[in-house]
């Protein structure tokens, strides 16, 4: 009797979700698309010509990101403000008032230095350490990816590792200090036309998508050159301070570690909701809508996470049943007629039936 209510309330729970995934109510308009995200490039101090000419690829290509994405960009250190140092005007960026943003990308490219005990960002003039650039940080309330695309990298991780945040780093720990090449892989990754980065098939390419194929490409690198591989790249985003390598993938999903004993989430998953470029011609959920959207997303998965902590499954369903009509409700919004909705299949069952064309 008690498997048969259990059936029952499950049945309801998917039936429930899928008619207001699916269905458009003819009253309601979809809502309109906007794009309220930010990216913040900082080019650090060359130190010789070459080494300037790649940074300069790397950020033609962030540029291209940018205007695809429609979102806000600022470059500090293509040009000299006389007023401000770059460390300055790094930091005014990152405090100032942002009340509509609802994502910013910083992007840290250049060369860095570890003494043993800090790290530090070579900008042009007065460097930023992790420590300063981890308090810069905190004044971004909304979802923050940091990317640092520079050598000995590492120790910035543990710095700015924190909730909502996405932290990908070049090198596995401050001694690895030649030049880095992750950077160069991780634009291109998202910027090629007929890119392989999009693991999951869904029209996009996700910061964690590139995020693992500018891991493949460094390494092929180095094995193509018959040299030792000196650079290791970490992403973090469930703020543990440990980082996850991109050999510790098997496609989108971290490899499972039985070993751990943890409820968090593992890393991958808030990286996975900061798309970087479409492959395909898609409408996506506007800014606030997205917001709503990756929230859910998030409880939902950690809620299955804790799903053995339930006394039982009825009071697992119970608490996932509101938290999956809020997330149909805001698809349900969305005209299926002239939008093509891109979901977390990791969310919702890859066997549901899609919304959309």
Same mark, same amino acid.
């Given at each position: 009797?008690?498997?048969?209510?259990?059936n029952?309330?499950?049945?309801?729970?998917?039936?429930?979700f899928?008619?207001?995934?699916?269905?458009?109510?003819?009253?309601?308009?979809?809502?309109?698309?906007?794009?309220?995200?930010r990216?913040? $490039?900082?080019?650090?101090?060359? #130190?010789? &010509?070459? =080494?300037?000419?790649? %940074?300069?690829?790397?950020v /033609?290509r962030?540029?291209?990101?940018?205007?695809?994405?429609?979102?806000?960009?600022?470059?500090?250190?293509?040009?000299?403000?006389?007023?401000?140092?770059?460390?300055?005007?790094?930091?005014?960026?990152?405090?100032?008032?942002?009340?509509k943003?609802?994502?910013?990308?910083?992007?840290?490219?250049?060369?860095?230095?570890?003494?043993?005990?800090?790290?530090?960002?070579?900008?042009?003039?007065?460097?930023?350490?992790?420590?300063?650039?981890?308090?810069?940080?905190?004044?971004?309330?909304?979802?923050?990816?940091?990317?640092?695309?520079?050598?000995?990298?590492?120790?910035?991780?543990?710095?700015?590792?924190?909730?909502?945040?996405?932290? $990908?780093?070049?090198?596995?720990? #401050?001694? &690895?200090? =030649?030049?880095?090449? %992750?950077?160069?892989?991780? /634009?291109?990754?998202?910027?090629?036309?007929?890119?392989?980065?999009?693991?999951?098939?869904?029209?996009?390419?996700?910061?964690?998508?590139?995020?693992?194929?500018?891991?493949?490409?460094t390494?092929?690198?180095?094995?193509?050159?018959?040299?030792?591989?000196?650079?290791?790249?970490?992403?973090?985003?469930?703020a543990?301070?440990?980082?996850?390598?991109?050999?510790?993938?098997?496609?989108?999903?971290?490899?499972?570690?039985?070993?751990?004993?943890?409820?968090?989430?593992?890393?991958?998953?808030?990286?996975?909701?900061?798309?970087?470029?479409?492959?395909?011609?898609?409408?996506?959920?506007?800014?606030?809508?997205?917001?709503?959207?990756?929230?859910?997303?998030?409880?939902?998965?950690?809620?299955?996470?804790?799903?053995?902590?339930?006394?039982?499954?009825?009071?697992?369903?119970?608490?996932?049943?509101?938290?999956?009509?809020?997330?149909?409700?805001?698809?349900?919004?969305?005209?299926?007629?002239?939008?093509?909705?891109?979901?977390?299949?990791?969310?919702?069952?890859?066997?549901?039936?899609?919304?959309?064309?």
């Amino acid at each position: 009797m008690r498997n048969l209510h259990l059936n029952r309330l499950l049945s309801g729970i998917i039936g429930t979700f899928l008619l207001l995934s699916l269905e458009t109510a003819s009253t309601e308009a979809a809502t309109p698309a906007e794009n309220n995200e930010r990216i913040l $490039i900082v080019v650090g101090a060359a #130190g010789q &010509e070459q =080494y300037e000419q790649q %940074f300069a690829n790397w950020v /033609a290509r962030w540029k291209q990101i940018a205007s695809h994405k429609q979102a806000e960009l600022t470059i500090i250190g293509e040009s000299v403000d006389a007023r401000f140092s770059d460390l300055e005007l790094l930091q005014k960026e990152l405090q100032r008032e942002t009340d509509k943003t609802t994502a910013t990308w910083l992007i840290l490219m250049g060369h860095g230095t570890f003494d043993g005990k800090s790290a530090r960002f070579n900008l042009r003039g007065p460097d930023v350490t992790a420590d300063q650039l981890s308090e810069f940080c905190d004044a971004v309330e909304h979802p923050l990816a940091v990317i640092h695309c520079f050598s000995a990298s590492g120790p910035f991780l543990k710095a700015l590792s924190a909730d909502k945040r996405v932290i $990908i780093t070049a090198t596995k720990n #401050g001694h &690895e200090f =030649y030049f880095s090449r %992750f950077g160069g892989f991780l /634009a291109e990754a998202a910027t090629q036309p007929q890119t392989d980065a999009d693991l999951d098939h869904d029209g996009q390419v996700s910061l964690l998508e590139a995020y693992l194929s500018a891991c493949r490409a460094t390494n092929a690198y180095y094995q193509q050159k018959g040299e030792l591989v000196t650079e290791h790249a970490l992403l973090d985003d469930n703020a543990d301070q440990s980082g996850t390598r991109g050999d510790q993938y098997q496609g989108l999903f971290k490899a499972p570690d039985f070993n751990s004993a943890t409820e968090t989430l593992p890393d991958g998953h808030r990286a996975h909701q900061f798309i970087l470029f479409s492959t395909q011609e898609i409408e996506l959920l506007s800014g606030e809508q997205k917001r709503k959207r990756d929230e859910l997303e998030i409880k939902i998965l950690e809620l299955k996470q804790r799903k053995a902590s339930f006394s039982s499954l009825n009071k697992y369903y119970l608490t996932l049943e509101p938290l999956m009509v809020q997330l149909s409700h805001i698809y349900r919004k969305l005209d299926k007629n002239k939008r093509r909705v891109i979901y977390d299949p990791l969310v919702i069952p890859a066997n549901a039936k899609k919304t959309g064309k």
